[in-house]
């Protein structure tokens, strides 16, 4: 069964540092996708990145970035100069094959980020 | 991309009541799904559609809850004889599929029922 593990409740950060969310995940396939959303007060879901099992190299997008870290099982979201807009939930997420070819987002927990001006 | 439109953003209901949800996925993606997300966890999966056919349903969708997708465009979710335990934030997604397949979700419907 699949599991993500996202073990910070909540983080605060000053505006324009940097700051890493954990995640941590747990599979027995080989191939598998690990994602990033963030998650407003409005309540909209906001993907943010993907990192594939096989990508060699860590996924960048903007400001954010994903440490993967295949044999730890860790997936970590780093998001560089923090604006006050950062401020929401952030979610780690696996994909989870359905038997029709189709895919469940498996969603940790979350974690609360607060942006300090 | 116009985006992924839910309808509406708020319901409150009394126990017992039936409720519909709607969902306007992006124009090209021919896949959607429904996710129920409770207050301080993720979202949880409930059912999938490849175009009009339902492919995939999840445990947690009782035989209360119904959802269709006529030809293949905007989805509905219907809850009959609401329960407090359906108060939740339901949450539809898109995609086109693919190897690195990325849903797009909706603002959701945010239910309660008193």
């Known amino acids: 069964a699949q599991k993500i593990t996202q073990t910070q409740p909540g983080m605060f950060v000053q505006e324009k540092e940097a700051v890493t969310l954990d995640c941590t995940y747990d599979?027995?396939?080989?191939?598998?996708?690990l994602f990033w959303y963030k998650q407003p007060s409005s309540g909209e879901m906001i993907f943010l990145i993907y990192?594939?099992?096989?990508?060699?190299q860590n996924a960048t997008e903007g400001r954010y970035s994903l440490n993967f870290q295949k044999a730890r099982k860790s997936a970590n979201l780093v998001i560089s100069a923090s604006q006050l807009g950062d401020s929401a939930m952030y979610f780690c997420?696996?994909?989870?094959?359905?038997?029709?070819?189709?895919?469940?987002?498996?969603f940790g927990t979350g974690t609360r980020l607060t942006v300090i001006p | 991309d116009t985006g992924v439109s839910q309808n509406p953003r708020h319901k409150i209901t009394k126990r017992g009541q039936n409720v519909t949800f709607r969902c306007d996925p992006i124009?090209?993606?021919?896949?959607l799904y429904w996710y129920r997300q409770t207050l301080g966890q993720g979202p949880e999966f409930l059912t999938y559609?490849?175009?009009?056919?339902?492919?995939?349903k999840s445990r947690l969708l009782s035989d209360r809850f119904s959802a269709e997708r006529p030809k293949g465009s905007f989805s509905t979710l219907e809850i009959q004889r609401t329960e407090q335990g359906d108060s939740a934030m339901y949450l539809c997604?898109?995609?086109?599929?693919?190897?690195?397949?990325?849903?797009?979700f909706g603002p959701g419907t945010r239910l309660l029922v008193l």
């Open positions: 559609f490849q175009n009009e056919a339902q492919l995939e």
């Open positions: 997604a898109s995609s086109r599929g693919g190897a690195s397949e990325t849903q797009y």
């Open positions: 997420a696996m994909r989870e094959p359905l038997q029709t070819g189709a895919n469940n987002l498996f």
């Open positions: 599979t027995s396939d080989q191939s598998y996708g």
């Open positions: 990192q594939g099992s096989y990508d060699e």
């Open positions: 124009s090209e993606h021919n896949r």
